[in-house]
């Protein structure tokens, strides 16, 4: 059974900068790609990032684009998304989703962690 563990996440002021981590375990050959999706009050979730673990190739929601860069680490079967300059409506709970393919669809995603919260606030 899959199991990934969020953390990271905090309280950060607008244009700070803040990693969050995925830390997974029980990876069978059937994963093959690790993403974050997030959720604000009020709003529907939504896909922000995802990584291949097979080539690395990183898919980015538009509005993080130049700002959020995900990454991995085989070694130690961990993902992370560096998030700079961050802005308010980057304010949610992030959740590390993992499944055989990327994708920005969230019924895709077999696998989730419980969340962390990232709050942008002056």
């Known amino acids: 059974q899959v199991q990934l563990v969020e953390s990271g996440g905090g309280l950060v002021q607008p244009g700070g900068s803040l990693t969050l981590s995925c830390a997974a375990s029980g990876f069978t050959s059937d994963y093959y790609a690790v993403g974050w999706f997030r959720q604000a009050p009020g709003k529907e979730r939504e896909g922000v990032s995802c990584?291949?673990?097979?080539?690395?190739?990183?898919y980015y929601k538009d509005s993080v684009k130049g700002r959020f860069s995900i990454s991995r680490d085989s070694a130690n079967n961990t993902v992370y998304l560096q998030m700079n300059s961050l802005k308010l409506e980057d304010t949610a709970v992030y959740y590390c989703v993992a499944d055989a393919f990327c994708s920005w669809q969230e019924d895709e995603y077999e696998s989730w962690g419980q969340g962390t919260q990232v709050t942008v606030s002056s």
């Open positions: 990584i291949s673990t097979v080539d690395g190739t990183t």
